[in-house]
């Protein structure tokens, strides 16, 4: 038998990806890109709905916005977070990580009911926060968007921490060393040494965050109350309850469109291997 | 050799159908009459066997209660398997099966106009009379691909604990001064368009074809004071038992649980309940096939596992003749009884099949923000 060359071998091990993501992947999407241009009929007529009605962008702003927030927030956690870890003692390293990976092993299902029963208005915030005196009436605090945020950036934390984390690592302590040296403050060093060099990982982190959180699903049918209705939820509708397939396949290509994008800025702005790294 | 008169019959009818001279359903029904069903089947006899029939409903206890009331008999009498599937046949859903070009449910418990419309878009198969006795329902429950499977209804359910007095209309429901506290309604719109109407005065004859606009914007007049628009019994049942809401409009058959539960807490009763049947369908290029799940059907429609069905679920029957067999402490909660139906109003089944889709779109859209 002939000996097959070093760089066949390469080959032979890497068709499996692409094979299993043509098949899985490439092939349906492609008959969702076909349902967007031919239901009910054939030609634009869905597209040009996407541009012009007012309901749909609502859902799309509002999904952006949260998706935004969520981002934001679960960034700000995430690195205090991966700080502490990385420059704390042991005792400290162990909470950090029983707070990122208990709840990372959890159903989402699981956690969002959680939340329910936490959040709720005779809950338990509610109902320490009534014992405690500091209200007289239980706030609102889910079945509404902001129940959507607070579950979504417990989700989203973990996904956030990793990439800062391994940013962080990177970063070499000698040139922190040398700025304190040279007579930097420790606000100084942070902010003109040690923040900038994290750029990368906290982008990277971000467009994970707001990507994963454009297809969310379940947070927003629950916590929200039927009254949060995010972009996965409104595309479901129009498969199974007001059956607009092609609307509906519309909103998925657009979302592709976006999530590319995304994942564009972070290939070209951050080198994804040191995020996973 | 001792050998039983029973198992004697059973000799015979094995050997009846070796030589052809009976049909499988016949054989199987003498059999199963002889409780020696498990023996006979054991003897060789060949027939094409029947495809089992997939039934999909809306899941939850519905699943078990369907069994005991309406497929294990069926299975029994003619032999044929029932699996039953909660997965919920929305329109959509079953747009999807037949749009696979090979659908894998039979018999659907849908609502009337999803029937309706699919069925004018050849989605479903018409009914077949010959096999299904109209007779057994209502006329106006009999239509060519949908025959009513039991009625039920949008009630309001209120927390005694919040108020002393005894909500009744819709217009009560709007109230948030005399009935304070937050309310629940059905995410899905059946029956919420009806009741902002009803709330702003306008008359039961009057209400279709529904203003939507004037419906929407006394629904924005109660949106601070609606807590959830729930999407699942379990869910609208759950808002009640935690004490979050103290008036919502649900599902008589959660009302009647949640009832139970609280110890009376949770009244409800028909007043102004909006009622609607639910509607037994079958899709067209079925595996089944059409004669097996016609018959099931059939079956369905039988006062026996209705009556059954009422006292697991509380679903009510629609085959009148149920209403004599009806245990005396259930005649109160049955939603299709005269006395209750007389309290309640119709939901228009040919408005919804001609308008849901495109009203439902604007409805989510204006409650989902």
């Not at chain 1, 038998?1 to 080959?11: F, G, T, V």
């Not at chain 1, 990982?201 to 629950?222: K, Q, T």
């Not at chain 2, 069905?309 to 629609?318: A, C, F, K, T």
Request: aromatic fraction near 12%; charge should be negative.
């Amino acid at each position: 038998m002939a000996r097959i060359s070093a760089r066949w071998q390469h080959r032979l091990l890497l068709w499996p990806l692409p094979a299993v993501l043509l098949l899985c992947y490439v092939l349906p999407f492609a008959g969702i890109a076909v349902w967007s241009v031919t239901l009910p009929e054939p030609g634009m007529a869905n597209y040009a709905r996407l541009a012009t009605d007012g309901s749909i962008h609502a859902v799309l702003w509002r999904t952006l916005y949260l998706c935004a927030t969520v981002g934001v927030l679960a960034l700000l956690l995430a690195f205090l977070m991966a700080y502490c870890w990385l420059y704390s003692s042991p005792g400290w390293r162990r909470w950090v990580e029983l707070c990122v990976f208990l709840p990372f092993w959890i159903s989402v299902l699981v956690r969002t009911f959680g939340w329910l029963i936490a959040l709720r208005s005779n809950g338990l915030v509610n109902g320490w926060l009534e014992a405690l005196g500091v209200i007289d009436s239980p706030l609102a605090l889910t079945r509404n968007s902001l129940g959507v945020v607070i579950a979504m950036v417990h989700f989203m934390v973990p996904f956030a921490f990793f990439p800062l984390v391994s940013s962080m690592r990177q970063i070499d302590d000698r040139v922190l060393l040398a700025a304190r040296g040279l007579g930097a403050s420790r606000w100084r060093v942070f902010v003109s040494i040690f923040l900038p060099q994290t750029l990368p990982g906290l982008l990277g982190a971000f467009i994970m965050v707001f990507v994963f959180c454009l297809g969310f699903f379940v947070i927003p049918a629950i916590l929200g109350g039927g009254q949060t209705v995010m972009a996965a939820e409104y595309v479901f509708l129009q498969m199974f309850q007001t059956y607009n397939w092609g609307i509906g396949a519309a909103i998925c290509m657009l979302m592709l469109a976006l999530v590319s994008g995304l994942v564009w800025i972070l290939l070209r702005f951050s080198r994804v291997e040191r995020l996973v790294g | 050799m001792h050998q039983s008169h029973q198992q004697d019959c059973i000799e015979l009818l094995v050997e009846k159908a070796r030589r052809g001279q009976i049909d499988r359903r016949s054989f199987l029904k003498a059999a199963g009459m002889l409780a020696a069903l498990p023996l006979a089947m054991r003897n060789g006899i060949g027939w094409a066997q029947e495809r089992p029939i997939v039934l999909v409903n809306w899941g939850g206890d519905a699943i078990d209660a369907y069994r005991r009331a309406w497929t294990e008999q069926f299975s029994r009498e003619t032999g044929i398997a029932v699996r039953i599937d909660g997965s919920g046949p929305t329109e959509g859903a079953i747009r999807a099966q037949i749009a696979s070009g090979r659908p894998s449910w039979d018999v659907v418990d849908a609502e009337p106009f999803t029937s309706l419309t699919l069925g004018r878009e050849g989605m479903m198969r018409p009914l077949d009379y010959s096999l299904i006795e109209r007779a057994k329902v209502n006329e106006a429950f009999a239509t060519d691909y949908g025959v009513a499977s039991y009625l039920y209804s949008y009630v309001i359910a209120w927390d005694k604990q919040r108020f002393e007095e005894t909500p009744r209309t819709w217009a009560d429901f709007w109230d948030v001064e005399r009935f304070p506290g937050k309310r629940t309604m059905y995410k899905w719109m059946n029956g919420v368009l009806e009741a902002a109407l009803l709330a702003d005065g306008v008359a039961v004859a009057d209400l279709y074809p529904l203003d939507i606009a004037r419906a929407m914007d006394k629904l924005d007049e109660l949106r601070p004071h609606i807590l959830a628009y729930w999407g699942s019994g379990a869910e609208s049942q759950q808002l009640f038992l935690d004490g979050e809401v103290s008036m919502g409009q649900i599902w008589n058959t959660r009302a009647i649980v949640l009832e139970r539960d609280t110890e009376g807490r949770v009244g409800w009763h028909y007043d102004n309940a909006c009622v609607t049947p639910s509607s037994w369908a079958v899709l067209n290029d079925n595996p089944a096939g059409a004669e097996s799940t016609m018959r099931f059907i059939d079956h369905a429609l039988e006062p026996e596992g209705q009556v059954e069905l009422l006292e697991l679920l509380g679903n009510g029957p629609s085959n009148p003749a149920a209403a004599a067999m009806i245990p005396e402490e259930l005649v109160e909660l049955n939603c299709g009884s005269e006395e209750n139906l007389a309290k309640q109003f119709k939901l228009d089944i040919e408005w919804y099949a001609d308008h849901y889709g495109s009203v439902l779109d604007d409805f989510l859209t204006r409650t989902g923000a």
